[in-house]
């Protein structure tokens, strides 16, 4: 039998204990061991950026990260990102600015437009396509994506207290 | 009532036709709450791996299990002779061919199916994959299909060496499958003849592979106690599935269900029924278990349904201004080693008689001949109607090719040669009806969006300054589409006709459930459909539920692909709702004691005329339905169904303008602008349509300037993951300037033409114009795509122009 190993990390806010072969990769343990089906598996191959989560901090490809490294992690994934009820200025943008077509890139690119927006809160068009271009999206033509990142830049600018 | 506030309240109540109505689906998507084929988990399931072929063409000699078998987790090891006994180790097409679902003592193509592992998880199934001994004896690999028909030519396909033909006429050696021709070729000789100018380019239209960012899969569940079969699946056209399953497997077609869920894109790669899902199915049969199959990227870009390989050549005749009198376009199509892509059984090369184009073409010939090689089959797919894409490149580019000849304008070319607004109907030589059109409006509309003529003079300029390090091209393209197959008279798929269907039922409050025969994989179906309803029943859009893809919920169509929803099922979905609003007009004039000729509609209500205030609402009669307060013998409930056969195809069109700026020493091609008019007729929802247009020149910018499938003169891959095949980043893709004239469809209950291929079938051309066109000056007629920058590189360096 696989090795297995018991790896223990916060999802979304939750502590979560699971169970993993040696070899899982971490988008696995997340589809199949935790029923977290948001990020999607598109290419195995860290290409298209389907598979994004956010881990301490920063944006991951889960296809290309075994569970076993994560133990201890901090980890947000699309479903973490709707809080008390209320969307995520990310997600909201998106619909509003028709950001998405079929939905298969979706809960990867908003993951990572939520770690580029951490980054750098108000990023220029030229920005906004440098720092998406890890995650693939074969239906919008990436323009209304761009459209939706700025949205909720400013969504998200209006909403922090300014600073003296 | 009646005052034009309250009117316009009312209206904007509806979100109806016409409204940038945001978006019924995304509420799931954005939450990550999709439910698409890999998400589905059902007790007990398998997960199968599939064991592929090495080698291009190959005899197995034998196929060892043992190990495998003896690896942990592995249930079951599928090979052809496992499906034999319930004689499924092969499957008819949806081209007329037949295809092998395990490979039957030969492989014909690399990573063709040849074993499936059962296993307790996609690990253990891949482990077992890996153990799988099959014993080949490499043959030669037809990889040009130029080399399929010679005389020595290894025959690929065995099982149908002696067949003369395979569904679509006689064939005249093993590796033929059909002969197409249309128009006069006698009439089109004779214009030639006769021409003061003739042209002739051959142009390719390379393999390219959609590469939805959902690969193919499903989760076949049979239940051995009841005899049901249910197959959740990425698919198109699940209605179609369902029939060919019944097809195959001899269950009553009323116990299987296919369900199509949420599909990540398809784009024409989920139109094909695949060997996997197959022997999924199979495998389910057998193990009285649930079993999912789900393709790596390698296999889909590999094995499923690529497009296009179509070597074509392209011949006009015209008088010295450019009027051309004659059109010979010839194709030798690749379509791989089974023909197994989707193709109406009267029209094997698809719509490529569409190659006149906008064009009043005189005299016209066509012909096709497809051939089998040892690569993948497929052929049509790739965001356009069957072949459509061919044949427009094809002509937009010859009209360039005649323009530089006779010394025309590109733009000039052009509107010489439409169709002109009043020839409307115009029946093509080609024998199609372009229903209504008016080009010259849009493409005059965009030259004056650029300042087309500032444009030409920079670009004269430039190429006056032979120091210019860049070269700057304008490409044009005036495409005329042809979707929403189709007639039944014309278009039939294993015999059964494209019309397409919409169920509507009304509840007693005033929600709406509509179902039909399509399947959205992304085009925003739950919202167009309920605009359609909202406008055409006066119910606002917000209560009206869309549901597809279940078929044993919605009516039998034939799916998504060719544009054909908005054409067709948004014409049933118009047409159910108006049999809706026939009864409800029944019954308004039964409550307000009046006769139906004397009431009229005001987008909510049906009113008395000369009498306002008498009126109901369409609320107030979706309950009076539901009561015995109706007119003598009428029945209960505000329920239609409507199955739309469509009197003909439609004719979307646009003008495309591409201004781009070519490094002379690297060949790198930077996209300037981009504009886009496109006229799909009627508009339902500008936002969605706009969406649409950017996603299909995208992917027109990623098949003219990068894609590619390659091979190897052995027949072996050379490009099927994402590291090697171009998909477009938000980094290389251009801005999308977007603008439309509205010309509607006559023949269509709300002029509507459909939209999401235009782009695609438009955008392809107009990058390769005008790459091409900042050669033009050095003499270049013609350059292959993909355009990349290392092709264009070397034109640069062949005219010697890359020098400092």
Known sequence: MATTHTVSFKLNGKPVDVTVEARELLIHTLRERLAHTGPHIGCETTHCGACTVDIDGMSVKACTVLAVQCDGADMLTIEGLEQGGVLHALQQAFHEEHGLQCGYCTPGMITRAYRLLKENPNPSEQEIRYGLAGNLCRCTGYQNIVKAVQSAARTLAAAQPATA | MGNMSDLKEREDKLQGMGTSLLRKEDAKFIRGQGQYVDDIKLPGMLFGAIVRSPFAHARIKGIDKSKALAAPGVVAVLTADDLKPVKLHWMPTLGGDVQAVLADKKVCFQYQEVAMVLATDRYAAYDGAALVEVDYDELPAIVDPKKSMDKDAVIIREDIADKTEVGHGPRTHPNHIFTWEAGNKAAADAAFASAEVTVREEILNPRVHPCPLETCGCVASFNKATGHLTVYMTTQAPHLVRTVLAMLSGIAESKIRVVGGDIGGGFGNKVPIYPGYVVAIVASIVTGVPVKWIESRIDNISTTGFARDYHGVGELAADKDGRIKGL???????????????????LPAGLFSICTGSYAIPNAYARVDAVYTNKAPGGVAYRCSLRVTEAIYLIERMMDVLALKVGVDKAEIRRRNF?????????????????????????????????????????????????????????????????????TKVCDILGIGLFDSCEIRVHPTGGVIARLGTMTQGQGHATTYAQIIATELGLPASD??????????????????????????????????????????????????????????????????????????????????????????????????????PPNLTFPFGAYLCVLDIDKHTGEVKVRRFYALDDCGTRINPMVIEGQIHGGL????????????????????????????????????????????????????IGAKGVAESPHVGGIPCFSNAVIDAFAHLGVTHMDMPHNAYRVWQQCHALGIDKR
């Open chain 2, 328 to 346: 010979r376009f010839t194709a030798l199509a690749d379509h791989g080693a089974f023909n197994s892509h989707v193709s109406a059984t009267k």
């Open chain 2, 419 to 487: 169709v002109r607004p009043e020839q409307f109907p115009y029946t093509t030589s080609f024998g199609w009806t372009l229903d209504s059109g008016d080009y010259h409006t849009a493409l005059d509309k965009v030259l004056k969006a650029v300042d087309y003529e500032a444009l030409r003079k920079e670009q004269a300029a430039k190429r006056a300054d032979l120091k210019s390090p860049t070269l700057m091209g304008i490409g044009i393209s005036t495409f005329t589409e042809i979707v929403g197959a189709g007639p």
């Open chain 2, 544 to 645: 009206i539920v869309v549901e597809e893809g279940d078929t044993d919920k919605s009516p039998y169509g034939a799916g998504t692909w060719g544009s054909r929803s908005t054409p067709v099922s948004g014409a049933a979905t118009a047409m159910a709702a108006r049999k809706i609003k026939d009864k409800a007009k029944k019954i308004a004039a039964h409550l307000l004691e009046v006769g139906e000729g004397d009431l009229e509609w005001e987008i909510d209500r049906f009113k008395v005329k000369g009498n306002p205030t008498q009126a109901k609402t369409m609320k107030e009669i979706c309950l009076v339905s539901h009561t015995g307060n109706l007119p003598a013998g009428m029945e209960q409930g505000l329920n239609a169904v409507s199955y739309y056969d």
């Open chain 2, 698 to 749: 995208t992917e027109a910018f990623a098949v003219a300037m990068g894609q590619q499938i390659p091979f190897d003169d052995s027949g072996n891959h050379l490009g099927n993951s994402l590291m090697d095949y171009f998909l477009p980043t938000a980094m290389e893709t251009p801005h999308w300037e977007t603008d439309h004239t509205v010309t509607p469809c006559p023949h269509h209950p």
